[in-house]
């Protein structure tokens, strides 16, 4: 018999990827990741829907994540991605709009794929069931596409860290900011139940002679307990996932210091006694008790006389209606977390009324920018012999203060630069950036861009040569609303020119504009003197010059930025400016 013989299969050659490759494939996975750990440490249940293709009205696709908590559904796509990130975003729209399109049976279908984790939870009717769509990238997606795409919720790199950071401090209780973002209030999570209004009784209200506070300012003391803060406060985070807070003046969450507090609740099954600062919303009403201890009549802060010790304080019980002005990690420290004999003991002493609050009333025609600022300067008094204020948050908050003092203008310009040519996203802003690279600002703030901004009409700066008609209304007319838009205008217009300006110099200095570790020039001491000596220049040509000509006058330089031959170091940008500024001396 011949033997037959037999073929050797060929082995399939491996891809060998590039090191681009790699290097993407380690950011999908870590977006991922990063993904299913904010969600599970909020207690959000993971049902696995990738490599599940599905077809909705007749369009096939899969989906990255579903997480489900109660009714709320949450579809989730990523992408880490730059240049097929349009074409993704286009594609995976369609989809959702196909899914909100067929509901019911999208609720069917993931029914039936994670009936374990929808068996954790009340069962609903499909019309109680709300489905959102996120949308997580690495890169920020531009306004204009994000409205065109307005059914996803955007979650960037920046704002996916801060929620694993504020998720990873203080777990489940991270779910009513999350509910924030999302537009909900607790009648939309769960069983329906109708919103109601929470008496929290034997308020003190002070009168303004005796608290001492601003006119139209009340204090009023009572007693909460933790849940109804967990569930009604927020933070006035200056590092937040709302751009829009321009006014926030707090620090980030510390887990370190939360741990510590609930080690302290564990142990002595007590609370602090230091009273919590807050912010009380508008609608919060106050009521004289009557014989029963019930409500009586209303009482006016603003009519009394004397101090009121039997009084009853009435704050709507929603999400985000009081403010925590100092005081976060002694609240946050009661958070909702896995189920362990700590947990156990925390949860009872959340129930308990047993946190002494401090609350700011204000009247109604106290603008938020003001409260803010008044609060920001007690959070100040209240810090200063504690842990040590960080000198970007001080600066934050000094430009709270007064938005058109130095430090206010050039701390607007400096987020403005930080969006354009040549600066984009070198400037570490945010305690949770990632950067391993990154220009601090702090001096630059302080010892370049004050000076140069200052609204001074008599100093030889910007604002002395920026060509608008009613800038003197910055110093005459303060308070206006023109001010403000004037003020938004001038801020503009030192972003413009100093961006012109360092465009210039990136031009002129090519191979030194890196991070590499090579160069010297992407370092705050050459930045500060660029910056004065620019400001040298104003004074030199009476105004701002265009590109070209600071192009010229710069390849005169005779500096050598490599870090081998830079010779100045640490704060010795007045010796560099001085450098510098024979550029504008010389023929």
Known sequence: MTSKKVRKRKKKSKVVLSFEQKEQKKREKKLHVDVLNLFKRMGFEYIRTDGRPVTFGGQKSDIDNVFL???????????????????????????????????????TWIKDIGKEKFGRFTEYLNARYRIFYLYFTENTIEEEKRSLYNKFKYIDGRNLRYFLKIADSIRYSARNEFYKYLGLDFKHVGEAIA???????????????VSGMPLGVHLVSFVMTAKELLDCAYVFRKENWDQETGY????????????????????EKRTFIDSIIVSLP???????????????????PKSISEVTSNAIIEIPYKINSI??????????????????????????????????VTGLYYQNDFKESDKRKFESQLFLEINSKQ????????????????????????????????????????????EIDEKKNGIKTPSIVKFGLQQLVEINNDKEGLFKYWPC???????????????????KEYVSFCTEMIGKFFNAVKSSQEEAWTFDGKSKLLRVTAIVAFIQSFEKSIEVYKGVKDIPFYQKKLSQLKVDFMQEKFPYVSSQWPKLAEEINKCWTSV
Do not use: W
């Open 387 to 430: 842990k040590r204020v960080d000198a970007q948050l001080l600066q934050h908050i000094e430009s709270l203060q007064d938005p058109l003092s130095p430090i206010g203008i050039a701390m607007s310009v400096i987020q403005k630069l930080n969006g354009r040519t040549p600066f984009v996203n070198l400037f570490i802003l945010s």
């Open 248 to 267: 926030y003046y707090q620090r980030l969450i510390e887990k370190k210091k939360i741990n510590s507090i609930r080690e302290f609740l564990t142990r």
């Open 323 to 356: 403010g925590i002005i100092d005081g976060q990690h002694r609240v946050f420290g009661h958070h909702e977390g896995p189920d362990n004999k700590e947990e156990e003991i925390i949860a009872d002493l959340r129930n308990k009324r047993h946190l002494f």
């Open 69 to 107: 908590y109660e009714n709320i559904i949450l579809v989730c796509e990523e992408t880490s991605g730059k240049d097929s990130e349009y074409n993704h975003l286009r594609k995976k729209y369609d989809f959702i709009e196909r899914i909100g399109g067929h509901r019911d049976s999208f609720i």
């Open 469 to 487: 008609e009613d800038k003197m209304l910055l110093i005459t007319d303060k308070e206006s609303k023109q001010a403000e838009d004037i003020r």
């Open 282 to 300: 508008n609608d919060a009403k106050f009521y004289s008790a009557n014989k029963t201890g019930g409500k009586g009549d209303p009482i006016d």
């Open 195 to 209: 919103s109601q209004r929470e008496n929290i009784h034997s308020a003190v209200i002070s009168p303004e002679d």
